[in-house]
């Protein structure tokens, strides 16, 4: 992306026309993210605007975010600056490259008990640090689809890394998910408030709850998925258009029946499969101890790392 590009920020400033502008807005679409992310073709059926029109303003919103062809050295050069979050473990953070990335969806499942929502809790924290200490200074976001967000572990958390509790749980904006209609909502939603309130993390945990709840059983299983599928398009979007990291969890039940492979693979196969991202599955392990471990990444070398959950958060084992 030249500089010349980048300082584009509003529609305005691609010189569309007001009438223009006017027809895009009647159909939500008010940001650059969002005509990039259009279908010309819909468009132009809806809004009775030329197809030539709308497919030059289409490309050029690409073109202000960088989405048009790119060498494979822009493309190292740009993942290799991306910022991190840090999980609170240098273990953890060093398999996961650096710590939790923006621009990429992180999926993180286990059982109960594995660590999930506390390493949520932690990320929620830890983004609002500097960079230096390793946030992005910003806000998070954090959707709660099974009631277990507690305001009693931010505090700690946040006076474990030194920050002003109050001004941490400000800076968490929490909504508690009732449906998975409810929850594809709030994601629609968050097109205006990540750049209103300066989002930096958005976290969905768990993001699979009421699908499961919602579709059960096997008769219900392509349905299930299909709905999923549309959730986790919409995630990884606002990852990559919006410039934040998306953290979502995903509980996985142990299957003592299965004997071959991994006993933790959940019901149903692995519904996140398909949509990329990391995938790290936790375990627990003795005492307060979790292992991680990726899955799913030919990038990266097989390996696992060991962390702990304490009463101020996720640290590394003493
Ligand atoms: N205040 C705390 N101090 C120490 N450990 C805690 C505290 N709160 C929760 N934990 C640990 O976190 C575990 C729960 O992890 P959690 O993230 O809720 O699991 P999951 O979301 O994967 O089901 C508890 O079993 C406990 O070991
Ligand atoms: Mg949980």
Redesign the pocket.
Known sequence: MSEQEKKIKSLEELGISSTILKKLQEVGITTIEALAAANPYELSQNLAIPLPTLQKLVAQARAALGLGFKTALELKKERASLPKITTGSRNLDSLLGGGVEVKTVTEFF?E????????CHQLAVNVQLPPEKGGLGKKAVYIDTEG?FRWE?IE?MARGVGLEPDKVMENIFYVRAINSDHQMAVVEELKDLIPKENIGLVVVDSVTGHFRAEYPGRENLAARQQKLNRHLHQLISLAELYNVAVVV?N?VMARPDVFYGDPTMPIGGHVLHHAPGIRVQ?KKSRG?RRIARIVDAPHLPESEAVFV???VGIRDPE
Do not use: E, H, P, Y
């Open positions: 286990g109960f008990g594995s660590g999930k929502t506390q390493l277990t572990r700690a969890t509980q936790l307060n959950i304490t009463d």
